[in-house]
DNA sequence: TATTGTTATACTCTATAACTATA
DNA sequence: TATAGTTATAGAGTATAACAATA
């Protein structure tokens, strides 16, 4: 039997289907911007920005951290680089490992990743606009893209 | 009286509005990987892929190219040159103003964007598995947000 | 031998400032 | 004089390849 199976993927969406792909286009956009500029409030750039808040949430070596942020590990050694120059990251010894260095935020960049976190407007003040049972929806239907 | 409003701005949010940011948060982050790895696949930047799209929906004088990008125009020129050197864009003269150039995908150009957005999978497959009321629920939400 | 992190290199994107050709 | 586009320059992110230290 035919599949009633929305949008199968060999051929083309839906009007609804273009219209949401659409907006989710407008919001990582609008969502890209105020990441960015929250980052330069802060004097840092997307990436350090991005990294930072990382390891705000465990302190990772080198290598996991490249694979977190999907770049090559070459890429990794240049911005923590630049963090550590502003004493907002510190490279740790692995005691159990001696070729690992483990990335770590010190107490002046929590500081600071707090403070860029409290200045993402967007992702908060349009949530505001919506009923509760609307971010329950929105939830859901996130949720459910994200598999 | 006390406001019944979710989420005032100087307060913390609530759970559930936390959820969403951090949804949205990877929702972005994932729309972003498709987005550059499907330019990539065409052997395009991010920027040159933004940049020729926009171009695929009318001409652009190289100071309106920027604003659309956000970016300063000096930065539009090298994109523009990349793509020319392609054979994707082109630069036209302005009969009406001998300072502007409009520059404008070629049929090539055309041809390249249109196998970008097919290769955009994310934006596309998540949303298949949605029902139609789910998807409609999303899209109200998404309007909401963006005002 | 394999792996971790780094260095070296080259390219792109980015902003700033100075230049040119028009207006 | 003001504006459109460019050039020049410098900093940052990116991938690739080669390297040292360690496993």
């Known amino acids: ?6 949008t199968p993927l060999n051929t083309r969406p839906d009007p609804l289907t273009l219209e949401v792909v659409e ?5 990582v956009a609008r969502f890209h911007e ?10 840092l750039t997307g990436a350090q920005a991005r990294l ?8 990772l070596p080198m290598r996991r951290l490249a694979q977190r942020l999907k770049c090559e590990p070459s890429n990794v050694t240049g911005i923590v680089d630049r963090l550590e120059a502003r ?4 490279r740790r010894p ?4 001696r070729r690992v260095k483990v990335a770590a935020a010190t107490a002046e960049g929590r500081r600071v990743a707090r403070g860029l976190r409290e200045s993402l407007r967007f992702a908060r003040e349009p949530l505001a606009g919506l009923s509760e049972a609307e971010r329950v929806a929105l939830r ?3 949720r459910g893209m994200l598999g």
Chains 1, 2 share one sequence.
């Not at 907006?23 to 919001?27: A, F, N, R």
């Not at 692995?94 to 490992?97: E, F, Q």
């Open 94 to 97: 692995d005691p159990a490992d």
């Open 140 to 142: 859901d239907a996130l």
């Open 23 to 27: 907006l989710i286009g407008e919001v």
């Open 87 to 90: 004493g907002l990251v510190e």
């Open 1 to 6: 039997m035919a599949s009633p199976t929305p």
């Open 52 to 59: 930072l808040s990382l390891l705000c949430l465990e302190p």
């Open 34 to 43: 105020d990441y960015e500029e929250a980052a330069a409030e802060h004097a």
